[in-house]
């Protein structure tokens, strides 16, 4: 407790309140994720009645045999593999050109063309025009529809990095490299992209989350199933384990009244987990990328 | 260099595959056929959650082929509604589509000329679906549209109860106080302040029981397990639980939300509810944990008086024989009324446009064979609980066995959902079809004998609206359903706030104003034009 030495009362009382309250959020935040994580080992009766809180009750592992032992799902983990890379790839080869040349002062269609790319941000077609398109391009039941769709360049993302570009590299930096012997592709590979590093794995990041959990598009567009992106799949096994309030003569089955909720709580960890080992990788670039560009000095 | 070679070459034989991939056109004018000669159709299914890949389906596969055609099935088990919007509107629907009321009424009228108009098919090529329109003349009234064409085919499954929901009590509980089962209002009152009060489970706590509970009421309506069959001790004969509140009475079209009966009931559950004899979550749980809750811990029940579809179901195989199923409750001792009961026949048997064949189909009469083929006697029954073998037993003096689960820790109901398409396919059980049901349907059949008197005596012609079977216009349609919803937020806001707090006595007139304001008595209108239409077609 040497630090107490070196402070007076009033500061001592501020950092107390400051500690606590930073415990308090931590709290809030972390409790629902570990409660998740006891919920998806405990007996489903035992959770939904309010007695697991702090460890669990009833162990036992069948929401994730369940979910495990159903083959789909790896084929969904292989298809969402390929539609996240494939896609934040192909995400990233359209939308940083295009910022970098937004960026350019001397380019004189960018006032026009930005207004174009932004009024798409607040009016588009809806969905049943983008499915006619999608369908007179022949994309539908095909993967392809996963990594060229109206959201292969999201305009928000765009603009984030056409603000970086432009308040990260000076234009100085273009006229030496110009005497060089440079032109713009070659300017933009070689100087622009390493210097981008903190605002690529930030939008790259965006991108794959989106990826990841992009669900709609699986639901519209597919109908093939062993093209099914994880979360379709994850969603199926979800709720072939409900209990169905149809009543009725359908189902009863105090066997999928007992696990349900196990089911619920364990694919909530599976599709989240990977993503969530991915983040720590980026996330030094993240805290320094994200509001990167946001201020213009 | 090499790398930005590479780099160059990776980003051209991107863009050229994405050029190449948008001109495959795949369609062809002739029909398709494999190679043993059979017609290749696609098909569409929206299937129960847990209903296993339809492909594995015996009873499937050999229709198919005695059809002479090869279906490519897309199986749907979720979120239809989504996925439909896009598809009709896309005009982009596979030949056959087979659901419980999958493509609607609402539909065919919206998207004209995208579903065949199947009349001068049947007549063609489906003997089994004539055949069953002269049995049963109502199925042809209910997927005729108003105009005379026929889109959707309906079922008809027979064997359902009269009701899909039972009232249930501890009877352990009632022998621990030495008390009787309640045969009026006055007397479950004092049943189930006896249990608030008393250890009646008899775990040396007596304050653990919960002494009434009931499903999640909805936003949209009553429906199975709730309260509204309370109701029935007045005399009032509502359909499927309660839904929007219609119901017939001699031959009247009415609602029940304005009428002083439902008053009555509605104050009789707040003298429960204030009481603290009506479980604190009745209106904040869901359905699950509804569930959870019934089945206790272990031994020990917790749940005395509630309502559901059938005993293990609801209370799980070790708590369901503590309980038994009871009789409709009169209002009061000198009560003179015959009680009814919630008359869900028709919702629990007959269903609407199970099957409809895209207007697109290259072979119409290949799909109108196959239609034809599960409308078979045989082939519906195992439709309906699975194939013949391995769910059905062939006694082979033309009777029928459903057979138990393979999985012992199965219930019936699950495995018949799991094995076929069940409920949610067109199907005709016809009357003559000697079939033993499975264990749960029996027990379903037990426990609805204690209603039974009560729902023998009900007038369906004239006391049963029937819901199901009304076909709308468009205009009809729309304008109800937008009167309906602004009905349905006033009443079931107002259903749990005098339940819980009172005050019907003081808002009642005001609030029948009101409803009758957003247009109930339009609705009831439109409602007894169509019922007294259908009545005279059935004649």
């Not at chain 1, 006032?111 to 798409?120: I, K, S």
């Not at chain 2, 059809?67 to 509107?89: F, P, R, T």
């Amino acid at each position: 407790m040497g630090f107490l030495k070196t402070k007076n009362k009033s500061e001592l009382i501020f950092d107390i309140i400051i500690y606590t309250v930073c415990a308090l959020v931590f709290l809030v935040i972390a409790y629902p994720l570990y409660f998740v994580i006891i919920a998806s080992v405990s007996d489903s009766t035992l959770v939904s009645t309010g007695k697991v809180l702090l460890f669990p009750k009833g162990f036992s592992l069948f929401g994730y045999q369940e979910i495990f032992q159903d083959s789909r799902i790896w084929i969904g983990y292989r298809n969402t593999m390929i539609y996240a890379l494939g896609g934040t790839f192909v995400n990233l080869l359209f939308t940083l050109p295009a910022a970098y040349a937004l960026s350019r002062q001397e380019f004189r269609a960018r006032r026009p063309l930005m207004f174009f790319f932004v009024f798409t941000m607040f009016f588009n077609g809806g969905l049943i025009p983008t499915y006619l398109l999608m369908k007179d391009l022949s994309m539908i039941d095909t993967m392809w529809v996963f990594i060229f769709n109206p959201v292969t360049v999201n305009v928000f993302n765009l603009i984030i990095t056409r603000t970086f570009f432009e308040s990260t590299i000076p234009n100085e930096m273009y006229e030496a490299a110009i005497m060089d012997g440079c032109n713009h592709f070659k300017f933009f590979t070689k100087i622009v992209l390493p210097l981008s590093k903190a605002v690529i794995s930030v939008i790259g990041l965006y991108y794959l989350v989106w990826h990841w959990n992009d669900f709609f598009t699986g639901l519209i567009y597919i109908r093939d199933y062993s093209l099914q992106p994880l979360q379709i799949v994850l969603r199926d096994i979800l709720i072939s384990n409900q209990v169905f309030a149809e009543g009725a003569g359908s189902t009863g089955s105090g066997y999928a009244q007992r696990y349900a909720d196990q089911v619920k709580y364990g694919v909530i960890i599976v599709s989240t987990l990977p993503i969530l080992v991915v983040y720590p990788f980026l996330q030094k670039y993240f805290e320094k990328g994200v509001m990167i560009g946001s201020v213009k000095g | 260099m090499k790398k930005k070679k590479l780099l160059s070459l990776l980003l051209t034989t991107c863009l050229a595959t994405t050029t190449l991939v948008a001109c495959s056109d795949k369609t062809s004018k002739e029909p398709e056929k494999t190679e043993d000669g059979r017609v290749v159709l696609t098909g569409l299914i929206t299937k129960h959650p847990l209903t296993k890949d339809v492909n594995k389906m015996e009873w499937l596969e050999e229709a198919e082929k005695r059809a002479g055609v090869d279906i490519k099935w897309e199986e749907v088990s979720a979120d239809w509604d989504q996925k439909k919007g896009a598809m009709l509107a896309g005009g982009d629907i596979p030949d056959i589509i087979v659901g419980p009321n999958a493509i609607t009424d609402a539909d065919f009228s919206k998207f004209k000329g995208l579903f065949e108009d199947l009349t001068p098919l049947i007549e063609e090529h489906a003997p089994n679906v004539q055949k069953m329109f002269d049995e049963k003349s109502e199925l042809k009234v209910i997927s005729t549209q108003l105009n005379g064409e026929i889109y959707g085919l309906p079922k008809y499954q027979r064997y359902w109860p009269n009701t899909g929901t039972r009232q249930f009590i501890n009877q352990q509980w009632l022998d621990n106080l030495g008390l009787k089962q309640p045969t009026n209002w006055d007397e479950l009152y004092e049943v189930l302040k006896a249990f608030k009060e008393e250890d009646a489970n008899g775990n040396g706590d007596p304050n653990d029981e919960i002494p009434m509970d009931f499903a999640p009421v909805g936003t949209g309506g009553f429906g199975f397990f709730q309260p509204t069959v309370l109701l029935g001790s007045t005399g009032m004969t509502i359909v499927g639980g309660g839904g929007q509140g219609y119901f017939a009475e001699d031959g009247e079209v009415k609602n029940f939300f304005v009428d002083d009966r439902y008053k009555q009931v509605v104050t009789f559950l707040n003298k429960l509810y204030k009481e603290k004899l009506i479980s604190a979550e009745a209106f904040t749980q869901d359905y699950t944990k509804y569930q959870s809750v019934a089945r206790g811990e272990g031994e020990t029940a917790t749940v005395g008086y509630t309502y559901g579809w059938e005993l293990t179901d609801r209370f799980g195989n070790e708590l369901a024989p503590q309980y038994a199923s009871i009789a409709p409750l009169k209002v009061d001792a000198s009560s003179t009324v015959q009680p009814s009961w919630t008359y869900d026949y028709n919702v629990l048997n007959y269903g609407v446009n199970m099957v409809q064949m895209s207007s697109k189909t290259k072979n119409k009469d290949a799909a109108m064979k196959f239609i034809n083929e599960l409308y078979d006697p045989k082939v519906s029954m195992q439709v309906l609980f699975g194939s013949l073998g391995t769910n059905i037993k062939d006694n082979g003096d033309d009777t029928y066995t459903v057979l138990p689960p393979e999985d012992e820790k199965m219930d019936p109901g699950t495995w018949k959902w799991t094995s076929t398409w069940a409920d949610n396919g067109p199907l005709y059980i016809s009357d003559s079809l000697k079939l033993t049901l499975g264990t749960d349907m029996q027990s379903v059949g037990k426990q609805t004998e204690a209603l039974q008197s009560a729902l023998d005596a009900v007038d369906t012609e004239n006391d049963v609206l029937p819901d199901t079977f009304l076909k709308y216009t468009e205009e009809d349609n729309n304008a109800m359903s937008l009167v309906n919803t602004e009905l349905m937020n006033l009443a079931m806001a107002n259903f749990s706030k005098w339940v819980t707090k009172g005050g019907i006595d003081k808002e009642w007139d005001a609030y029948v104003e009101k409803m009758n304001q957003i247009g109930l008595p339009g609705n009831l209108e439109i409602t007894q034009k169509y019922y007294d239409d259908y009545k005279s077609k059935m004649e």
